[in-house]
């Protein structure tokens, strides 16, 4: 155990660990940034006053008590994929609480609910609720992302449009709050604090165990790829239309989840249809989404998560480097136009991008995650149909050059758009002038008025979580 120079803080840190090993460390920790910080992002520095490992809620809430009296910020660590390093704080000085050790998962096999530790990762959830009936739940793709994380700020992945985000599974949390108190949050108990779990999570507590529906796997899944090598991106203008015009169809089934992820040498457009080959042609899909150098493959929903999970390696997954990463939603309203997607393909041509490893990533939204009222759930972004996250990769190291390219595709995006475009907190923008309102926008009040309520000194707390409610 890291030993600090003593401190209040460290001493009653210390007390909590009560010698355990793999408990606590401290910045004089040789392995502190390497072992217990690892940044995810390697472009943003930051060191915590502190990072804590408990074992279970009753840890977290005296490592939130030892905070509380020494006047230190806290952030919750689940899988520490923060494009800003928010698990950490987002900034220095702060006391992790890394979730890695709340590992605990049941099925209730009357009603289907699982119980599942708040630092698990997703590559898990999959398998322990395929070992526990067969069972599935809305997430994203990247294995090594953490529940504690994805379930309190939206969650998405192919499966959404299908089942909703992975915080609409969820029915009820155990969530340490800012006094350092143990509470059960659901629509029933301390709703208020459950609204706000439900996609504002870090800034309200600590949760170290959701209790999520789940759907009965689904039996064929059908995969689609299509991947185009180019020498200019300005020859994949007809193709991007093409997709964006299928995925802004309100009639599209909700069964299909799709992807154009646009890079260096290319374009690659993934798709998942939830049903058999036949039911995957009835939609009229095939004959609508561009077609070239195209795979199909049909496969059961364990070989599906694998894909994904390669597929997601493939642009960041559980890489640690050194990136920029900006980002954008859109309602229908709000899609690029034919004169939008030129000014940008010939932008992307045209740039120093200062970097080969970049992406620019188009995402479909809408169904079932539409269906939830807006006012719902903290999540404010249901009457979005596309997302586009933009990522540049330093080798080694990141150059303003490529930030300035990142800039420069969502400058010139939001320039042709006559609506301000907003953003999905699941996909960090560090860059936001405003970033609660983009987060949060019709439910930031609401949010800061619970904010009050429950942590009124801003405990929780990152760059750019939900702050308490101005009183007069």
């Known amino acids: ?261 646009m890079h260096e040498l290319g374009v690659i457009i993934s798709a998942t249809f939830y049903g058999t080959e036949d039911e995957w042609k009835a939609t009229g899909i095939p004959d609508r989404i561009p077609v070239g150098n195209v795979s199909v493959v049909v496969d059961d929903w364990l070989g599906v998560i694998a894909q994904q999970a390669e597929d997601a390696a493939l642009w960041l997954s559980d890489l640690r480097s050194a990136f920029t990463a900006r980002s954008l939603a859109f309602k229908t309203d709000e899609v690029m136009s034919l004169d939008t997607t030129t000014k940008l393909m010939n932008y992307i041509d045209d740039a120093d991008r200062g970097t080969l490893l970049w992406f620019l990533i188009f995402d479909a939204s809408g169904g079932a995650v539409s269906d939830i009222p807006m006012n719902a759930t903290a999540y404010s972004h249901r009457d979005k149909i596309m997302f586009a996250q933009g990522y540049g990769i330093g080798i080694p190291t990141l150059t303003q050059t490529t930030k300035d390219f990142l800039n420069g595709i969502i400058n010139m995006i939001q320039s042709n758009t006559a609506q301000t475009l907003t953003t999905y907190p699941g996909y960090v923008d560090p860059a936001l002038t405003d970033p609660q309102v983009s987060y949060w926008g019709p439910n930031l009040n609401t949010l800061g008025e619970v904010k009050s309520k429950w942590d009124p000194n801003d405990l929780f707390h990152n760059p750019q979580s939900v702050r308490p409610a101005e009183t007069d």
């Not at 793999?22 to 040789?30: Q, R, S």
């Not at 919750?76 to 923060?82: A, V």
């Not at 700020?153 to 969820?170: A, E, F, Q, T, Y």
Request: glycine share 10%; charged share 20%.
């Open 1 to 261: 155990m890291g030993q600090a120079p003593s401190s209040p803080l460290s001493d009653c840190l210390n007390t909590v660990c009560n010698s355990r090993d793999d408990c606590v460390a401290y910045p004089d920790n040789p392995l502190y940034q390497v072992s217990w910080v690892n940044r995810y992002n390697l472009d943003i520095p930051v060191e915590p006053v502190a990072v804590t490992r408990p074992e279970n809620a009753q840890d977290v809430s005296d490592f939130v008590k030892c905070a509380v009296a020494n006047n230190v910020k806290v952030q919750p660590k689940s899988g520490g994929h923060s494009y800003a390093n928010f698990g950490l704080g987002g900034q220095d000085g702060e006391l992790v609480i890394d979730l890695v050790k709340l590992q605990d998962f049941t099925m209730d096999t009357n009603t289907w609910q699982a119980t599942i530790g708040g630092g698990t990762k997703l590559s898990d959830v999959t398998s322990r609720l395929h070992d526990n009936g067969k069972r599935a739940i809305a997430h994203g793709t990247c294995p090594g992302v953490g529940i504690g994380g994805h379930a309190t700020i939206g969650g998405l992945g192919p499966s959404s449009r299908m089942w909703g985000s992975c915080l609409d599974h969820v029915v009820e949390a155990e969530v340490v709050t800012a006094d350092g108190s143990i509470k059960r949050a659901s629509e029933t108990e301390n709703s208020d604090l459950f609204f706000a779990l439900k996609g504002a999570g870090a800034g309200f507590g600590v949760i170290t165990e959701f209790v999520v529906k789940t759907h009965p796997e689904p039996g064929d899944v059908v995969q689609y790829s299509f991947s185009l090598s180019l020498d200019k991106h300005s020859d994949l203008i007809s193709v991007y239309q093409q997709w964006q015009d299928l995925i802004t169809d309100p009639t599209l089934d909700r069964r299909f989840g799709t992807e154009f992820v």
